[in-house]
């Protein structure tokens, strides 16, 4: 999504300085080809050689600089920028750039460059609230510029409240947002994500591998892309993605009720989810206690939500594509056939869970797609980000596609 995007990332004097080494880390790790621009005073916060180490680029701290100027002078990277992000933004640079002041290489790349500019501002919380600021903020906001509010929180001065700067995570997703086609625009999608846990006692469940990781990935993805995303979620460590509507569950029967009160509403619903098949048929309420040599659980089917959707299709006019995975360690194809038939779905994304780099817990997957039409889509070893868009892609043609 980032991929080969060029950012420039202005970084000014503030404690919050050092939240801009690994915000550059993620616009990297990204495949995003970064430029970083200091202030003066940034640079008495983190060194360049930080910036410059990590982004592979030389990093910009002065207006005139003979060497860099020869190279790529300020104005042609203002020029080539696909975005440029402002992060940690004060007071001072946000004012500066409202007032059309261009006195350092900052305000002066940002009043140069045609590409959109995300400020995420960091500040004391007086100064935040400050009408003066506040003004400027809203003049920016009119003009087009984009703006990644701070949060509330401990700052560093000794206050509380808001002016704490937002998290790396939360920036890079308003500009990964910012750099993508809103092709889901007007569409609500529903993604599950994670594990359901089966209670046996107040201490004890079962469960399974599954971080979330893959679910959370198309839920971004999709808000990326302008839809409106519900995202069902059972246990996962994973933070709560922003501009999204996140409902936490447990269980297989908990998300099998969220599920069934928003489907009609929705244009699709990925299953994402690591459903447990099976639950305890008893859920007792004290700790069951240790006793003999050995112990058995007797288990009742879940309810297969995704099933209970295919059904819903085949015997209403419910409208919404339904997508499946399939958690595969043999046979994927033909195990993934049989899924996608019997649950009535329009297409499922097989993963082979027995790969280290696939499947479970990792950051990238590999995945055939298949077709309710017998056609398919492989798609080789790839960032769970990147599966998350191909996925969307195959929606938003199917989306298209229909009167
Ligand atoms: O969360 P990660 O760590 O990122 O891992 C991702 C993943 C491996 C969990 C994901 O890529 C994946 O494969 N999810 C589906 C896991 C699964 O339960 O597969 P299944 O083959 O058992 O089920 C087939 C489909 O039916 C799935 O869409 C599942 O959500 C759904 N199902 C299954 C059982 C059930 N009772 N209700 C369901 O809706």
Redesign the pocket.
């Known amino acids: 999504m980032l991929k080969d995007k060029k950012i420039i990332l202005g970084v000014c004097g503030g404690i919050a300085a050092y939240k801009a080494v690994e915000l550059l880390r993620l616009f990297t790790k990204a495949g995003a080809d970064v430029n970083v621009v200091m202030t003066r005073a940034a640079s008495e916060f983190v060194t360049p050689l930080t910036f410059q180490t990590l982004s592979s680029n030389p990093v910009h701290t002065e207006l005139f600089n003979l060497i860099a100027e020869q190279e790529i002078g300020h104005i042609s990277l203002a020029d080539r920028a696909d975005l440029v992000v402002i992060a940690p933004a004060t007071a001072n640079v946000i004012g500066k750039i409202a007032s059309g002041i261009a006195d350092d290489i900052l305000t002066t790349t940002v009043m140069a460059t045609k590409a959109p500019v995300l400020f995420a501002p960091a500040m004391n919380v007086n100064m935040y609230t400050n009408p003066i600021y506040q003004e400027n903020e809203a003049k920016l906001r009119r003009f087009g510029y984009f703006f990644e509010s701070p949060v509330t929180g401990a700052l560093a001065c000794g206050w509380e409240g808001s002016g704490k700067l937002a998290s790396p995570e939360a920036i890079f997703e308003s500009a990964a947002s910012i750099l993508t086609e809103k092709d889901l625009d007007g569409r609500t999608i529903l993604i599950?994500?994670?594990?359901?846990r089966e209670e046996l006692d107040p201490v004890r469940y079962i469960t399974?591998?599954?971080?979330?990781?893959?679910?959370?990935?198309i839920a971004k993805a999709a808000r990326r892309r302008g839809a409106t995303v519900l995202l069902i979620s059972g246990p996962?460590s994973l933070p709560a993605p922003a501009g999204l509507q996140l409902i936490k569950v447990s269980s297989?029967v908990e998300?099998?009720n969220e599920v069934m009160v928003r489907v009609a509403d929705c244009d699709a619903v990925i299953?994402?989810?690591?459903?447990?098949?099976y639950r305890p048929v008893v859920r007792e309420s004290s700790k069951i206690k240790k006793s003999g040599d050995s112990s058995s659980i007797r288990l009742v089917?879940?309810?297969?939500?995704?099933?209970?959707?295919g059904r819903m299709k085949s015997s209403s006019n419910l409208q919404t594509i339904l997508?499946?995975?399939?958690?595969?360690t043999d046979s994927l194809a033909e195990?993934a056939a049989i899924?996608l038939n019997l649950?009535n779905l329009d297409m499922?994304?097989?993963?082979d869970?027995t790969q280290s780099d696939?499947?479970?817990?990792?950051d990238t997957?590999r995945?055939v797609i298949f077709f309710r039409d017998g056609s398919s889509k492989s798609c080789d070893l790839m960032s769970?980000d990147d599966l998350a868009d191909v996925i969307l892609d195959q929606i938003a043609m199917q989306i298209r596609e229909t009167p």
Do not use: Q
Not at 208 to 217: P, R
Not at 323 to 328: I, Q, T
Not at 348 to 351: D, E, F, L, Q, T
Not at 358 to 362: H, P, Q
């Open positions: 599950t994500a994670g594990p359901t399974n591998h599954s971080s979330g990781k893959m679910g959370y990935a996962t297989a998300m099998l299953k994402a989810a690591a459903v447990a098949d089917k879940n309810p297969d939500i995704l099933a209970e959707l997508v499946g995975f399939a958690a595969e195990n899924k649950k499922i994304v097989a993963n869970v696939a499947g479970f817990n990792v997957n995945a769970k």
